[in-house]
């Protein structure tokens, strides 16, 4: 059916959105239009998919963050940890010495007390 020089197409819904009259319009230009037309919506689909790959990314990285943080924070504890540890490990290291120095002063005394022992 023709109304006004148009046909009631899809061509028309083509010129319709794209401002394009198709008048004065050669015939491949309907099918430059519906070319141009589908490149659009190809490209919105691109979009689209683009769109939602940049929200599972962000969601992600939103995670990770969390676990580095968790991860940091359990790195942290595990710092104080190994830094008590030593200073425990420095604590007994001069107990020990202390011992062997008393243990060493005793057996020296044992050593003048047997020898005065002999001497008597």
Partial sequence: METGGFSASPDRE???KSGFRGVNASPGSND????MA???TDLRMQNQDQ????QELERQNKALTQDKDRLQANLDQVNQQLKD????????QAEINT?????DNLASQI????????DL
């Fill in 51 to 54: 769109e939602k790959k940049i």
């Fill in 85 to 92: 540890a030593n200073n425990n490990l420095a604590q007994n």
């Fill in 32 to 35: 430059r239009l519906r070319e």
């Fill in 111 to 118: 050593s003048t007390l047997q020898q005065e022992n002999e």
């Fill in 14 to 16: 083509v010129e319709k």
């Fill in 99 to 103: 011992l062997k120095t008393e243990r």
């Fill in 38 to 40: 589908q490149e659009v």
